[in-house]
């Protein structure tokens, strides 16, 4: 069977493009867009080129990147304006192909297998056509997995063209250190430092079965990955439709009694369901719990918030009220679910926060300003990063 072709475009300092747009002057300046600007604590969201060489990173504090560069520019986000840049961009790769997976706001894949012998023409194309007509550049990685071509997106920045073929992909990919192979986080790559695994190509030759024992599921695709064996499809365009709801449950490995246990159980699981709601631009209106016994009897009950929602805290809220509503604190816990539902889109329910006053609408607006800080800096440097309080190992939360 022959090779795809596929496609990893990626916007170049997306936030910090647009806002050079609306303010040219940005261009002459080191610009940063950061969470919350006129706090020490706010967190660098994007930087454009000239901020970079202060090597400013994305993540880290106003504070921290102030004292690299004191004459930094801040602006604070303007994250619907970009959605609205994001569509636009991903309309034009829709011109050359039906498959065309969105990843995070400033990233898609492209099968463009029907283009294979013209890829780097059609790639060139691609970042000329996105220059003129947005107003911004993107870099392209071309090779026939998704895994290779979003490594030769990063390998070349700004506005460049990689390409990462079967001939060469030792010389390119190998040689990159492990922390660039999409799915290595921090920790994983720690864990890899540890055991002699400093590159992609030391990870590619290592043995298969001894990966797959240290770290399980996760070990084996990361095996194929380095080496060139991801097959995943480029999704069709629309065919992540909305969902009807997002949830996470867990078993626990002892039951749950106390409250300090139910509570670290249910933030967990809340975490991580608010987490996947602002990833897909989402918030919730109910908020429904699953709760399981020792002798395996559940029970499902549901409560409204008072505003749609993607913020952790409020999700967790809601459910302790529910448990507390209907279930007899020290009768033993197996498992619980939490379990957004009532999805609306998070542009449309944000005017909704108006109608509870302006004290409670900043209230909730920060509380969202600091959970995106929290995704941003767990997209950097893995989901172990933050945490919600203590992990508790005993329970299986960590």
């Not at 990870?203 to 770290?215: C, I, P, T, V």
């Not at 996760?218 to 480029?234: M, P």
């Not at 629309?238 to 106390?258: C, H, I, W, Y």
Request: with cysteine; charged share 25%.
């Amino acid at each position: 069977m022959p090779d795809r072709t596929i496609f990893h475009c990626d916007c170049n300092s997306f936030f910090a493009s647009v806002e050079e747009i609306f303010n040219p002057q940005y261009k002459a300046v080191p610009m940063a867009v950061a969470g919350d600007p006129a706090s020490r604590h706010g967190i660098i969201l994007a930087k454009n080129e000239l901020a970079k060489k202060f090597n400013i990173k994305t993540a880290e504090t106003v504070w921290s990147a102030k004292k690299k560069c004191p004459e930094l520019t801040l602006c604070p986000p303007r994250r619907h304006t970009y959605s609205d840049f994001c569509k636009r961009v991903n309309a034009i790769y829709a011109e050359y192909t039906d498959r065309v997976e969105q990843f995070g706001v400033d990233e898609s894949w492209l099968d463009m297998t029907m283009f294979a012998d013209e890829a780097q023409r059609f790639a060139d194309e691609l970042r000329h056509r996105v220059a003129e007509e947005i107003g911004i550049t993107i870099s392209v990685g071309v090779s026939w997995n998704k895994i290779f071509a979003k490594l030769g997106s990063d390998y070349k920045k700004p506005d460049a063209t990689t390409v990462i073929t079967r001939e060469n992909y030792r010389e390119i990919v190998w040689k990159l250190p492990v922390s660039d192979l999409f799915m290595v986080g921090r920790n994983t790559a720690d864990s890899l430092n540890k055991i002699g695994v400093q590159t992609i190509g030391e990870l590619a030759q290592s043995d298969a079965a001894f990966l797959a024992g240290r770290f399980g599921k996760l070990g084996e695709v990361l095996y194929r990955n380095a080496n060139g064996d991801d097959d995943s499809a480029v999704a069709h365009i629309g065919a992540a439709e909305q969902p009807k709801s997002v949830g996470n449950g867990m078993t626990f490995r002892r039951d749950l009694v106390s409250f300090e246990d139910i509570r670290a159980g249910v933030n967990t699981l809340a975490d991580s369901v608010a987490a996947r709601l602002r990833a897909a631009e989402l918030k919730c209106a109910t908020v429904q719990m699953t709760i399981k016994d020792a002798n395996l009897k559940s029970i499902q009950r549901q409560k409204g918030v008072a505003a749609p929602t993607f913020v952790a805290t409020e999700i967790a809220a809601a459910a302790l009220e529910i448990i507390g509503a209907s279930w007899q604190i020290g009768k033993p816990i197996r498992m619980l679910t939490v379990t957004a539902q009532n999805l609306v889109p998070a542009d449309q329910a944000a005017a909704q926060l108006t109608l509870f006053g302006e004290e409670n609408d900043e209230r909730h607006k920060k509380k969202e300003r600091l959970e995106r800080a929290v995704d941003t800096i767990r997209g950097r440097y893995g989901k172990g990063s933050v945490r919600r309080g203590a992990a508790d190992e005993d329970l299986g939360i960590s």
